[in-house]
């Protein structure tokens, strides 16, 4: 048996529709029919569990995007009047803004060039 990758992430929150709808309207996400209101965020799945508080601690979600996604969610975090950290460059081949969600969580889109960001020396 051999992992294949991450099938969903799971955010614990007491305002599932208000964390959903966030995520949803940041990211342009594909919504997908379920018990726990899921977004499909390429191959990966974000669904929402109903907790009485957010949960504490340094959660960071990182999001790889085209260079298209990566001005398009730029655009509507500005859009959404949400305080942006970024954009920066990492290297020449790679660069990233972060956003908090509604309860604090950091969400990094991320931009690297897969012809020449993943390749070895």
Known sequence: MSVLGIAYIGLRTPDVEGLHRFYADLTGADRIEGTHGQLRLGGT???FWHAEAAP?????????VDAAGFEAALGRARGMGLVVDGP????????GFEVLDPEGRTLEFLHNDPAVFWTSE
């Open 56 to 64: 504490v601690g340094p959660d960071v979600i990182g999001l790889e």
């Open 45 to 47: 799945v974000l669904g």
């Open 88 to 95: 920066r460059r990492y290297n020449q081949h790679s660069r």
